[in-house]
């Protein structure tokens, strides 16, 4: 298993059981920007850039009917002994084989030529061989990347994105100011993304556009799906279930101002809950004696940890939660590792889960708390 950018260890339902899944493999690699949970279990750990330091984007959009990409350029130097995801792909590629030094040949000098015979080659060259086209990032990065000065290697990426756009969404780019045919469209775009710092808007869909992209028939959205039918009706006389052994309700991940992601691992950036309180409603916390700060101890059918206590009144009774991204291994001043907050998902179970999605029940978790002394 090859594992990017992501740590199932701590980020996925019942992290025993993924431990174990792992265990079973007979090769685990692990690709990211930190020692995570998931990268200590690898037998090998290729470690990569960080955001700051490589050409990355962003996808979020919020001006409909205007449609914004946002590329990022590095803005420092990289950490010795890492690489960008880009390269470590390009390196992989070639040492599997499936690319060989002489396959690009053709394309790295038509890429010193130009635009335009970089991309009559680069059409002849993935028709005729489609390994080639399998291989189009890499391709790219490998050829007309150099072009585009050191460090922006990986940004050649965004020409094959703006051309596929350009031939897809023609008229869409034209309500954007485009002109041209989609050839010129396209390297129209490709310079404004290398260019423009601030995000470059290219496309306008209104509804009337986004609704013929509708692909089911009659144009419709279906909302009546059957299986959910039943299930929507059940919420009307639908009880709370109650489980004498386990009478609590934990939200294993609940999003906090000091939420992040496993990448940030030092406990010193959060200003407050460096810990990773649980959080209880101040009547619960009066039943079981416990005190603002105190310990308890949380159990679930899978497992077992001890947490630092919250108390709140914008906890419901009976309802107890644990931060997002809590439960780091990080080392402390003499260098030991130390086990900072709970990992929410040492509590959770694979098999508790949505019978239609698979969806683990992270948010409904049955629970006992007890107060530890």
Known sequence: MLI??????????????????????????????????????????????????????????????????????????PLPGTLAEPEIHRRLVHEMGALKDGDLDSLRAAAAEGCAAFAAE???????????????P????????????????????????????????????????????????????????????????????????????????????????????????????????????????LTAGDRRSTTANTAIRDPEWRAKDREGALRMNPGDAAWLGVKPGGRVRITTKRASAEAVVEITDRMQPGHVTLPNGSGLWYPDREGQEVLHGVPPNEL???????????????????VRVEAVS
């Open 4 to 77: 990017e950018s992501a740590n199932p260890v701590h980020s996925l339902a019942d992290s025993q059981r993924m431990r174990e899944a792992l265990d079973a493999l007979d090769l685990v690699v692990v690709i990211d920007v930190a020692m995570t949970e998931t990268a200590r279990l690898a037998d090998y750990v290729l470690p990569a850039t960080s955001q700051f330091e490589k050409w990355e984007a962003t996808f979020f959009n919020f001006e409909f009917p205007e449609n914004y990409f946002h590329p990022r350029a590095p803005i420092i130097e």
């Open 122 to 136: 680069f059409l002849r060259l993935s028709s005729e061989q489609p390994a080639i086209a399998a291989w189009t």
């Open 138 to 249: 890499i391709a790219l990065y490998e050829t007309l990347g150099p072009t585009l000065g050191p460090g922006n290697e990986a940004s050649a990426l965004f020409w094959g994105l703006a051309h596929s756009c350009a031939r897809t969404y023609p008229e869409s780019m034209r309500r954007a100011g485009f002109e041209g045919d989609a050839f010129q469209m396209g390297e129209a775009l490709f310079e404004q993304v290398l260019h423009n710092r601030s995000g470059v808007r290219f496309s306008v869909d209104p509804y009337e556009e986004t609704w013929k992209r509708v692909s089911t028939a009659g144009g419709r959205i279906n909302l009546a799906i059957p299986e959910l039918i039943g299930e929507l009706r059940g919420l009307m006389g639908e009880q709370p279930a109650r489980d004498a052994e386990f009478p609590f309700v």
């Open 348 to 366: 959770t179970a694979s098999d508790h889960r949505d019978w239609i999605a698979g969806t683990p029940f992270h948010k409904h978790v049955p």
